[in-house]
């Protein structure tokens, strides 16, 4: 077992606590869905109450794939959210490195908490260990950058649970520099390993699951580990549009990858009856259509966009669902941005709430069915919904986690 925050005694120590708020901005840059800063705050405050000095970091989205849009991921909105939530004053500093960093850090008195600049401004923060172990010089400036960002603290703590599944510098290379120091987990990370972990460890039965989204390439993984081990996958977004294109059906203009196909086809014959797929669409010429009529998912005319589940389609998911003693959930059932292409989604959201209502464990994960959840009010009904979306995934895939593995044990 990892320690925790309560492992520590964080009284006049400069706590360097690595979190993910990545949270989604609108154009105006406001942030549409604070959940994830929420989660982060039972950490925070408890280093807070104990007197320590808190040193906060994240990511906010992907400045280093953008870097002529820099200015747009600052993590200016989220100090302001952390401020009105914590009641007390998070200064956003200029940056997360470099000797004014350092000199302010050496600065913070008791309680006090400090949020650094966006950790992706520096390309350092992402080059991946693959890239690392044939590239010396690639290895040297990514400790480089996590050693000024190690010599912040005295203790190091990761609560960022949905970027568990990344070697990004703020996540390993800092603790694995910090050895010799408290390294600890925080609250999150606990409370997210404990459901997730539980689910999958002795899940009660029937155990089903529902995956959406586009792609089928992001969740290869976990369909296939999770063959093994629920009783039924139910299959909806446009990722179900590569299984039929796959199988030679029709699906008009919908989104499918046809890189796929082979691999479509063998998890569908080792899946067997055990992976379902949407029998009827919501379907239109475009996402902007007025008329959306429903057609046969195996079937769609040339000129249409399969955009959502249809009507039967969600008839058989919810009476599966129904039977369920575990739900897991990962990715909507259609656009589900754009009414009426969020009646798929909503519908699941509503039925897995009556089967958690009745007695069944429901987790949910990725970010866009915990909006969709959110959206419905329907998020105090689950049992779990998680801040990880790729996260997630590779959890219930049972990929390791390395950036927890460096942490202290009990
Ligand atoms: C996420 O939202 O998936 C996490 O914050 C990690 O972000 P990333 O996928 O850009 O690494
Ligand atoms: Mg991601």
């Given at each position: 077992?990892?320690?925790?925050?309560?492992h520590?005694?964080?009284r006049g120590?400069?706590?360097l606590v690595?979190?993910?708020l990545?949270?989604?901005l609108?154009?105006?840059?406001?942030i549409?869905?604070d959940?994830?800063?929420r989660a982060a705050?039972?950490t925070?405050?408890?280093?807070?109450s104990?007197g320590?000095r808190?040193?906060?970091?994240?990511h906010?989205?992907?400045p280093?794939?953008e870097?002529?849009?820099?200015?747009?991921?600052?993590?200016?909105?989220?100090?302001?959210?952390?401020s009105?939530l914590l009641g007390?004053?998070?200064?956003?500093?200029?940056?997360?490195?470099g000797?004014?960093?350092?000199?302010?850090a050496?600065r913070?008195r008791?309680?006090?908490?400090?949020l650094?600049?966006?950790?992706r401004?520096?390309?350092?923060?992402?080059i991946?260990?693959?890239?690392?172990?044939?590239?010396?010089?690639?290895k040297?400036?990514?400790?480089d950058?996590a050693r000024?960002?190690?010599?912040l603290?005295?203790?190091y703590?990761?609560?960022?649970?949905?970027?568990?599944?990344?070697?990004?510098?703020?996540?390993l290379?800092?603790?694995?520099?910090?050895?010799?120091k408290?390294?600890v987990?925080?609250y999150?990370?606990?409370?997210?390993l404990?459901f997730?972990?539980?689910?999958?460890?002795?899940?009660?039965?029937p155990?089903?699951?529902v995956?959406?989204?586009?792609?089928v390439?992001d969740k290869?993984?976990?369909?296939?580990?999770l063959?093994?081990?629920?009783?039924?996958?139910?299959?909806?977004?446009?990722?179900a549009y590569t299984?039929?294109?796959?199988?030679?059906?029709?699906?008009?203009?919908?989104?499918f990858?046809?890189?796929?196909f082979?691999?479509?086809?063998?998890?569908?014959?080792?899946?067997?009856?055990?992976l379902?797929?949407?029998?009827?669409?919501?379907a239109?010429?475009?996402?902007s259509?007025h008329?959306t009529?429903?057609?046969c998912?195996?079937?769609?005319p040339?000129?249409l966009?399969?955009?959502?589940i249809?009507?039967?389609?969600v008839k058989a998911?919810s009476?599966?669902i129904?039977t369920?003693k575990?739900?897991?959930w990962n990715?909507?059932?259609?656009?589900?941005?754009?009414?009426?292409?969020?009646?798929g989604?909503l519908?699941?959201?509503?039925?897995?709430?009556?089967?958690?209502?009745?007695?069944?464990i429901?987790?949910?994960?990725g970010?866009d069915s915990?909006?969709?959840?959110d959206r419905a009010?329907?998020?105090?009904?689950?049992?779990?919904?998680?801040?990880?979306g790729?996260?997630?995934?590779?959890?219930?895939?049972?990929?390791?986690?390395l950036?927890?593995?460096?942490l202290?044990?009990?």
């Amino acid at each position: 077992m990892k320690k925790t925050v309560d492992h520590l005694n964080a009284r006049g120590s400069r706590v360097l606590v690595r979190l993910d708020l990545n949270v989604p901005l609108d154009d105006n840059g406001a942030i549409t869905d604070d959940r994830r800063i929420r989660a982060a705050l039972p950490t925070v405050k408890k280093l807070l109450s104990d007197g320590g000095r808190v040193i906060m970091m994240s990511h906010l989205g992907r400045p280093d794939e953008e870097p002529e849009k820099k200015h747009e991921f600052t993590l200016a909105p989220v100090a302001k959210r952390l401020s009105e939530l914590l009641g007390i004053k998070v200064d956003l500093l200029p940056d997360c490195a470099g000797p004014q960093i350092a000199e302010r850090a050496a600065r913070l008195r008791d309680g006090e908490a400090v949020l650094l600049e966006n950790l992706r401004f520096h390309p350092e923060e992402t080059i991946k260990a693959k890239k690392t172990a044939s590239d010396p010089k690639l290895k040297e400036r990514k400790e480089d950058f996590a050693r000024q960002i190690a010599s912040l603290g005295d203790a190091y703590a990761n609560d960022a649970f949905g970027t568990c599944h990344r070697d990004n510098a703020s996540m390993l290379t800092v603790p694995r520099l910090m050895e010799g120091k408290p390294r600890v987990a925080g609250y999150l990370v606990q409370k997210e390993l404990e459901f997730l972990g539980d689910a999958l460890r002795n899940p009660k039965r029937p155990f089903v699951c529902v995956l959406g989204g586009a792609k089928v390439s992001d969740k290869l993984g976990v369909i296939r580990s999770l063959l093994s081990k629920c009783d039924t996958i139910l299959i909806g977004g446009a990722m179900a549009y590569t299984f039929l294109a796959a199988e030679g059906h029709k699906v008009g203009k919908s989104l499918f990858e046809p890189d796929l196909f082979e691999t479509a086809r063998s998890l569908r014959k080792d899946a067997g009856n055990k992976l379902r797929l949407p029998v009827d669409s919501l379907a239109a010429p475009e996402i902007s259509s007025h008329t959306t009529p429903v057609v046969c998912s195996a079937d769609i005319p040339a000129d249409l966009i399969g955009l959502d589940i249809g009507p039967q389609t969600v008839k058989a998911f919810s009476s599966e669902i129904a039977t369920a003693k575990t739900v897991c959930w990962n990715g909507p059932m259609g656009v589900f941005e754009t009414p009426p292409f969020d009646t798929g989604t909503l519908a699941m959201a509503l039925t897995i709430a009556e089967a958690t209502d009745r007695g069944a464990i429901s987790i949910v994960g990725g970010g866009d069915s915990a909006a969709a959840i959110d959206r419905a009010g329907l998020a105090a009904r689950m049992t779990h919904i998680s801040t990880g979306g790729g996260a997630s995934l590779e959890f219930l895939e049972g990929k390791p986690f390395l950036p927890l593995e460096v942490l202290d044990e009990v």
